[in-house]
């Protein structure tokens, strides 16, 4: 390096002629040569990473030819990648003439030294001497970006966007832009464009995605993160997405036609058919739910969305003993248990098998400790096993963990109320779960029963009546209105709630016995 050097040889001979032309004229011929000769090493330096060497050889050739352009400039640009930033800018504003990549140059000096009203006064400036400066409307954008002045920056990536329509890059980024800025449809618009001008942008269409589940737009999220998930098959938070939304759908159609697209691309991949699976069993189709569980099973045994899907069938079709099988069978093959150790357990409770699923409830906590839905189920399979008072040690360890647990508020709170016992307790627990969730008619049953407990009947009836106004197919709420009718004397009344409760419940004894007295 140093003989070429010395030599004052360059790797690109037309490049040098040119450089070598421009840095002759002005000056005598010996100076004009020896700045060049200067010149080319500073450039050799820069190129070899040796910064402070170039800037010494570079200010040789100003001293001896200090009016040439390219000189300054590189000099310039050297101190900016020494990180140097005054002295990038006082020898920029030296040169002559001042164009409009000069202009973006000492904006990003200015940037660089935070000095951010300069910096926008500078790419302005190059934007009035070239209308067409990329660089300079994508430092402005982000400039305010970083000042907070979203509307301004939108502004700029808009122009840029007309100067450049077919650049992805500049439309994914007003896109963002417009996303941050909540102005979801104008967003889409741009994302569309994108997908228009590379059909293969994962991430357009992920945003596309995101924004229509944002608006409960489920079909058009479903199409969207079907389109990311083909150009990116196996990425897991992309499937964890896909099947939410298409799990809001109303009309699946555009779900189906999704994974039935997917199916085909990818036939030995059981995701599809999993999918697929979970669209028929909320449409009620059980058979083919169940066919298509099947094929995801013959494709990949240790699935568990797909030993999960089955089993889930199988109870819809009101075959729990057969779900009771699956869920076995797939615990043989998955190594992932806890959730199937779960569905065994509620599929236990349903067939009334308490201390089995106490038991399966049980080996799932002891896989995935102190999880509060694992701890809840087993509380309530205690509960409902005859084991109160372990019952309540769960759901106070739930309480512990998680103190804001609304559900487990107004279960503990109800069981404390219906057993006539810690009454005040159980009051302000039933309270804070309705401040959590005012509108749920269990927890609207669960307040107007305890305050019945409390003795405070007439607001207990106001407040059951409520929960029958929001949930009027449940035999609980049917039952407590006619507690309280009794209570108020009037019998006539509570016999026809009772009656109304046991159509919905007719295997309840304790409502026979009532109705008999």
């Not at 001979?13 to 421009?22: H, I, Y």
């Not at 889409?188 to 596309?208: F, H, M, R, S």
């Not at 896989?367 to 759901?395: C, T, V």
């Not at 449940?474 to 009718?485: M, N, P, S, T």
Request: proline share 3%; net charge negative.
């Amino acid at each position: 390096m140093a003989l070429l050097f010395g030599l004052g040889l360059v790797s690109n001979p037309a490049l040098a002629q040119k450089k070598s032309e421009r840095i002759h004229s002005g000056v005598d011929e010996l100076s004009a040569y020896k700045a060049f000769q200067h010149f080319i090493r500073g450039d050799w330096y820069e190129i070899a990473g040796d910064l402070t060497s170039a800037i010494e050889e570079y200010k040789k050739a100003l001293e001896l030819n200090p009016e040439v352009y390219e000189i300054r400039l590189a000099l310039a640009h050297a101190y900016y990648r020494q990180n140097r930033m005054e002295d990038a800018i006082t020898e920029a504003q030296k040169i002559e003439p001042q164009t409009s990549q000069l202009f973006s140059f000492l904006g990003d000096c200015f940037r660089n030294l935070r000095k951010n009203e300069k910096a926008i006064e500078a790419y302005e400036k190059a934007i009035q001497l070239d209308a067409t400066n990329a660089d300079a409307y994508w430092n402005l954008s982000i400039l305010y970006q970083i000042l907070g002045k979203s509307e301004q920056a939108i502004g700029e990536l808009r122009k840029l966007s007309q100067i450049y329509p077919f650049n992805p890059g500049i439309r994914m980024q007003l896109g963002g832009m417009l996303f941050k800025s909540n102005r979801w449809d104008e967003a889409i618009d741009e994302y569309k464009k994108v997908t228009q001008l590379n059909p293969e942008e994962v991430k357009a269409w992920l945003a596309l995605g995101t924004i229509y589940e944002i608006k409960k737009d489920f079909e058009n999220a479903t199409y969207a993160y079907g389109k990311a998930l083909k150009l990116d098959f196996y990425n897991a938070e992309l499937r964890n997405r896909i099947s939410l939304v298409s799990s809001f759908l109303q009309q699946f159609s555009k779900a189906e036609s999704v994974f039935v697209s997917l199916r085909t691309s990818f036939p030995s991949d059981p995701f599809p058919y999993v999918s697929l699976g979970r669209i028929f069993l909320q449409k009620g189709e059980y058979p083919s739910a169940e066919e298509y569980f099947s094929q995801a099973l013959s494709i990949g045994d240790t699935a568990i969305q797909g030993w999960a899907g089955l089993g889930l069938t199988y109870q819809a079709m009101d075959s729990t003993e057969k779900a009771i099988e699956i869920y076995k069978e797939g615990l043989e093959k998955v190594g992932n248990k806890v959730e199937l150790y779960n569905l065994l357990g509620s599929a236990y409770v349903r067939i009334a098998s308490f201390d089995s699923a106490i038991q399966t409830f049980q080996k799932a906590d002891s896989l995935n400790p102190d999880s509060p839905r694992i701890l809840f189920n087993l509380g309530s399979a205690l509960e409902r096993g005859g084991y109160f008072e372990q019952s309540i040690k769960i759901f106070g360890k739930i309480l512990k963990l998680d103190p804001e647990n609304a559900m487990t508020l107004n279960y503990l709170g109800y069981m404390l109320a219906d057993s006539g016992i810690r009454l005040e307790e159980s009051y302000e627990m039933i309270k804070k779960a309705l401040e959590k969730d005012p509108e749920n008619p269990a927890y609207l049953d669960s307040y107007g029963w305890v305050l019945f407990r409390l003795g405070r009947i007439d607001e207990a009836e106001i407040q059951i009546r409520k929960a029958l106004e929001k949930l009027d197919k449940d035999a609980v709420i049917y039952e407590h209105i006619g507690d309280i009718l009794e209570a108020k004397g009037k019998r006539q009344e509570a016999k026809e709630y009772w009656k109304k409760a046991l159509k919905l419940d007719p295997g309840n004894e304790g409502l026979k016995k009532k109705l008999e007295k």
